[in-house]
């Protein structure tokens, strides 16, 4: 698996990085877990927010929560990923955990993934 590169800043755009990420995850979606895509598509989000891996990994928390919200799920009964030290290692398998989500948010609430994830947009947005 290729390793994300780190980059450097003091202070990141979560929501941004967030709404990047979500890119990333409905196109994981679309494929199989042994695709270099998520990898790839995580460094091209870092690169276009100069964030690092571990900004990334809180980004991808922010994103879980606005998905819980937006699919209408109980946030109370929705399993919590655990996060492993790397932070490259965390975050790619952080989207496929958020793959797994958003298809059920999706289910829940009754639309497809392009209208969850305009809810989650707004979601990130509200703050």
Known sequence: ??????????ETDLVGLAADA??????AAGLDGSTPAIPFGLTAAMARRGASAGAVVDALLLLRDAVVAAGDLD???????L???EADVAAVTLVAYLRGLVERAA?????GAAALAARTLEHLAAG
């Open 83 to 85: 996060v492993v030290a």
């Open 107 to 111: 289910a829940a609430s009754a639309t």
């Open 75 to 81: 946030p109370r009964t929705e399993p919590v990923p």
């Open 22 to 27: 979500l890119g990333v995850v409905l196109v």
């Open 1 to 10: 698996m290729p390793r994300l590169e780190l980059a450097r800043q003091e």
